[in-house]
């Protein structure tokens, strides 16, 4: 698919996008996902680029990193929140603080917040069971 090609939502395949800015989780992302049938990771570094793509494309969830550089990943996904409700929402950290969980789940609604180490498969599980 070329950046210009719409994501169409109605097809099958499942659009996920994936925010990470450590480059070595960016290969296992897309490592993982290369070969299940029916699922389709986009995957960026930063929420600025995360926004533009939002702006451009479909999809049907967002799971965000916390710790990205000039925007928090609680912060993205309250913009999502508010611009794409129809987005389900996912965050990970490399620890949940009380406050910080306390934020998320007030602000940007995640229906899942995962903690590092990542287990992918979990991830996808929850990710697809949200859109089912």
Do not use: C
Not at 23 to 30: A, E, F, G, H, T
Not at 73 to 97: A, D, M, Q, W
Not at 115 to 122: A, T
């Amino acid at each position: 698919m070329t950046e210009d090609t719409i994501i169409d939502l109605d097809d099958d395949t499942i659009h996920i996008l994936f925010v990470e800015d450590e480059p070595d989780l960016n290969v296992l992302i897309n490592l993982a996902l290369e070969y299940i049938d029916g699922i389709e990771a986009h995957v960026v570094m930063s929420a600025e680029k995360a926004m533009d793509f939002l702006e451009k494309q479909n999809i049907h969830a967002i799971v965000s990193d916390h710790y990205l550089p000039k925007m928090l990943g609680i912060e993205l996904l309250t913009h999502v929140k508010k611009n794409y409700p129809s987005i389900k929402r996912f965050l990970i950290t490399g620890s949940i603080e009380g406050a910080v969980f306390d934020w998320a789940k007030r602000d940007a609604e995640p229906i899942e917040i995962f903690e590092k180490p990542l287990i992918i498969e979990d991830i996808i599980n929850k990710v697809v069971k949200s859109i089912s």
